[in-house]
């Protein structure tokens, strides 16, 4: 059974900094492409960041030049590092992986930008 388990969230004031992390049970993790996306309360859940099998990087608008996403193929991880919060980033993220149709999400973590 595919998992896929979110870590990293938590409290952290404006300005701050966060790594989050998403290791996946998937024994071809390398041919999937990799994503986070975040959910805040009353909003529908919208795309951060997205990794593809080879490296290639996409981002929102809204969190270009703050966030980056990358993998470790060794660990089956992906990583959202965030730097440059702000309140609006308040939300719970989620980690998905996709491939050819298939997809897996995380549980989610919360992060909460708040001084």
């Known amino acids: 059974q595919v998992q896929v388990v979110e870590s990293g969230g938590g409290l952290v004031q404006p300005g701050g900094s966060l790594r989050l992390s998403c290791a996946a049970s998937?024994?071809?993790?390398?041919?999937?492409?990799m994503a986070w996306y975040r959910q805040a309360p009353g909003k529908q859940r919208e795309l951060v960041a997205h990794i593809t099998s080879g490296g290639s990087t996409n981002y929102a608008a809204s969190v270009k030049g703050r966030f980056t996403i990358s993998r470790d193929g060794a660990k089956n991880t992906v990583y959202l590092q965030m730097n440059s919060l702000k309140p609006e980033d308040t939300a719970v993220y989620y980690c998905?992986?996709?491939?050819?149709?298939?997809?897996?999400w995380g549980q989610g973590t919360q992060v909460t930008v708040s001084s």
């Open positions: 998905n992986a996709n491939r050819s149709g298939n997809t897996y």
């Open positions: 998937l024994s071809i993790f390398r041919f999937y492409g």
